[in-house]
């Protein structure tokens, strides 16, 4: 299979071009290097319509297969390794390393997934037999962002497999083409219109949400878009989930060691370039330990390397598209329009590419927009407490709550924070513990329902009760 050019859509089948095309840029030398189908209407409608006709007999089959199917899509990763990872560092940025992370996560994600049955239970009442049992929805709208394109995917298309959906899944327009290629890869393993992808822009992603013949949207992306496509599914009372942005906060209380704990600190909150979801974006450290961590966590950043993707030995790339770029250094010149100091980086190299260098504000005011607003790219506040209750406070005080840390030598203490956290996700003395077992959501304005897990996989299905009572 070609990785670097061909890029075709994927409906009922077959692959499928498009008289109109966008071009692609790659982030770290704003150079526009491949194109994508830009899906019209009718494409959309003749996926919509495959995926129905492919439903009853997908529903069918016995989830042994549909099981199957998706091992064949971790294999198929895993065969095309090399080819996904060169695509996703051209499209999103990010090094090797964060590529195969990327590629090789979502093979295990597709293995794991793949053990899930769905629950039956059976209740025995006056002599009356109840079944609680989960049928698939239909055809389920994916739509996905560009911070890690083929494990969002892949966190969608599993689990409604499994669950007997088909799907219409729509990439990011900044990042489509690893996505189309996987199409492609699975073009002869699906059955015709199991899946179908179609790319284009925003528009199109509002044409899912909009669109009679889906059952349900699942959407990965901003507050903002989240709230855009609740309203506009609720027209057909589409099922909706929804897995938003966030302001995560971490907690480091004063008995850790910093040197020991500044590399999980470091990378769990500019890992991905800082494009992940719930990436440290608030660092709140005990005032007694606030200049250790401090010292270390930069120590630390000054042993990585921020460049293009696509050299060897460059571990972080640059920001993914120009509009979350503008968004990066607008926060970093208000920082220093209001006199904040930066303990690392803050200039902006001239030059070409969305490149910004890891950058660390030294206890910004609470109300800097630094710290309020999410900035999904490599600025991050330190910020000192010296009261648990005030932090906890501090950390709260945001609309959104989907993931947040604590960092503590007494985990029954750090247990106790994390439960008054109001967040979907907390992870003690570590970051990015994901499992396709634990559910995983967002609180507040950071989503509506749940992915992973038995919770996330019902969000792929209707509930149905049966209620037998024998003639007498
Ligand atoms: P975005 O909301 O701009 O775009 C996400 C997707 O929605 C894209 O495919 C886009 O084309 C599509 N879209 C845009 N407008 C639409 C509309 N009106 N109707 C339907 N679809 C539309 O988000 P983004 O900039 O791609 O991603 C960054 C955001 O995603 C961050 O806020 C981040 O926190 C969040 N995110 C959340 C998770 C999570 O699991 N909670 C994971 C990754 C990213």
């Given at each position: 299979?070609?990785?670097?050019?061909?890029?075709?859509?994927?409906?009922?089948?077959?692959?499928?071009?498009?008289?109109?095309?966008?071009?692609?840029?790659?982030?770290?030398?704003?150079?526009?290097?491949?194109?994508?189908?830009?899906?019209?209407?009718?494409?959309?409608?003749?996926?919509?319509?495959?995926?129905?006709?492919?439903?009853?007999?997908?529903?069918?089959?016995?989830?042994?297969?549909?099981?199957?199917?998706?091992?064949?899509?971790?294999?198929?990763?895993?065969?095309?390794?090399?080819?996904?990872?060169?695509?996703?560092?051209?499209?999103?940025?990010?090094?090797?390393?964060?590529?195969?992370?990327?590629?090789?996560?979502?093979?295990?994600?597709?293995?794991?997934?793949?053990?899930?049955?769905?629950?039956?239970?059976?209740?025995?009442?006056?002599?009356?037999?109840?079944?609680?049992?989960?049928?698939p929805i239909g055809v389920v709208g994916a739509i996905t962002p560009w911070n890690v394109p083929i494990l969002m995917m892949v966190w969608k298309i599993a689990?409604?497999?499994?669950?007997?959906?088909?799907?219409?899944?729509?990439?990011?327009?900044?990042?489509?083409?690893?996505?189309?290629?996987?199409?492609?890869?699975?073009?002869?393993?699906?059955?015709?219109?199991?899946?179908?992808?179609?790319?284009?822009?925003?528009?199109?992603?509002?044409?899912?949400?909009?669109?009679?013949?889906?059952?349900?949207?699942?959407?990965?992306?901003?507050?903002?878009?989240?709230?855009?496509?609740?309203?506009?599914?609720?027209?057909?009372?589409?099922?909706?989930?929804?897995?938003?942005?966030?302001?995560?906060?971490?907690?480091?209380?004063?008995?850790?060691?910093?040197?020991?704990?500044?590399?999980?600190?470091?990378?769990?909150?500019?890992?991905?370039?800082?494009?992940?979801?719930?990436?440290?974006?608030?660092?709140?450290?005990?005032?007694?330990?606030?200049?250790?961590?401090?010292?270390?966590?930069?120590?630390?950043?000054?042993?990585?390397?921020?460049?293009?993707?696509?050299?060897?030995?460059?571990?972080?790339?640059?920001?993914?598209?120009?509009?979350?770029?503008?968004?990066?250094?607008?926060?970093?010149?208000?920082?220093?329009?209001?006199?904040?100091?930066?303990?690392?980086?803050?200039?902006?190299?001239?030059g070409k590419g969305y490149f910004i260098p890891i950058s660390i504000v030294d206890n910004p005011p609470e109300d800097s927009r630094v710290v309020v607003e999410e900035a999904f790219g490599p600025v991050v506040p330190l910020l000192k407490f010296n009261d648990l209750d005030d932090v906890i406070k501090r950390?709260?005080?945001?609309?959104?709550?989907?993931?947040?840390?604590?960092?503590?030598?007494?985990?029954?203490?750090?247990?106790?924070?994390?439960?008054?956290?109001?967040?979907?996700?907390?992870?003690?003395?570590?970051?990015?513990?994901?499992?396709?077992?634990?559910?995983?959501?967002?609180?507040?304005?950071?989503?509506?329902?749940?992915?992973?897990?038995?919770?996330?996989?019902?969000?792929?299905?209707?509930?149905?009760?049966?209620?037998?009572?024998?003639?007498?």
């Open positions: 299979m070609k990785f670097d050019s061909d890029f075709a859509m994927l409906i009922n089948g077959q692959l499928v071009t498009s008289d109109k095309t966008m071009g692609v840029i790659n982030p770290a030398t704003e150079e526009v290097f491949a194109q994508m189908p830009d899906a019209s209407h009718e494409h959309l409608d003749k996926a919509v319509a495959a995926a129905n006709a492919a439903f009853p007999a997908w529903a069918a089959r016995p989830i042994a297969e549909r099981q199957e199917m998706v091992v064949a899509i971790a294999k198929c990763l895993e065969d095309n390794r090399d080819g996904f990872c060169r695509l996703l560092t051209l499209e999103q940025g990010k090094g090797r390393g964060g590529a195969e992370y990327e590629v090789d996560a979502s093979a295990g994600w597709c293995r794991g997934t793949a053990e899930f049955t769905l629950p039956v239970e059976i209740m025995e009442e006056d002599g009356r037999r109840t079944e609680i049992r989960h049928t689990p409604a497999l499994v669950a007997g959906n088909t799907i219409v899944l729509k990439p990011s327009p900044y990042t489509p083409l690893a996505t189309l290629k996987l199409g492609e890869a699975l073009k002869d393993i699906l059955p015709a219109g199991v899946l179908n992808i179609v790319s284009g822009g925003n528009e199109l992603g509002q044409w899912i949400t909009n669109h009679p013949g889906i059952g349900k949207v699942s959407f990965t992306g901003s507050t903002v878009t989240g709230r855009k496509v609740m309203e506009s599914a609720s027209a057909t009372l589409k099922r909706v989930t929804l897995e938003l942005g966030g302001n995560d906060a971490a907690i480091v209380l004063p008995d850790v060691d910093p040197k020991a704990i500044v590399p999980a600190l470091f990378w769990g909150a500019f890992f991905n370039s800082a494009q992940v979801c719930v990436a440290i974006k608030r660092l709140y450290i005990h005032e007694d330990i606030y200049d250790a961590v401090a010292r270390e966590l930069v120590e630390y950043a000054k042993g990585v390397t921020v460049g293009d993707g696509a050299k060897q030995g460059v571990d972080l790339g640059p920001v993914q598209n120009k509009m979350q770029f503008e968004k990066v250094k607008s926060l970093i010149a208000d920082s220093h329009g209001k006199g904040h100091k930066f303990l690392l980086g803050g200039d902006i190299p001239d950390a709260n005080n945001t609309d959104t709550g989907l993931g947040g840390s604590v960092w503590s030598a007494d985990t029954d203490k750090a247990y106790e924070i994390a439960k008054k956290l109001e967040t979907g996700t907390v992870w003690i003395n570590e970051m990015f513990a994901f499992s396709h077992k634990a559910t995983f959501s967002g609180h507040k304005q950071s989503g509506v329902g749940v992915e992973h897990g038995i919770e996330g996989l019902l969000e792929f299905t209707n509930t149905q009760t049966i209620t037998v009572k024998a003639l007498a």
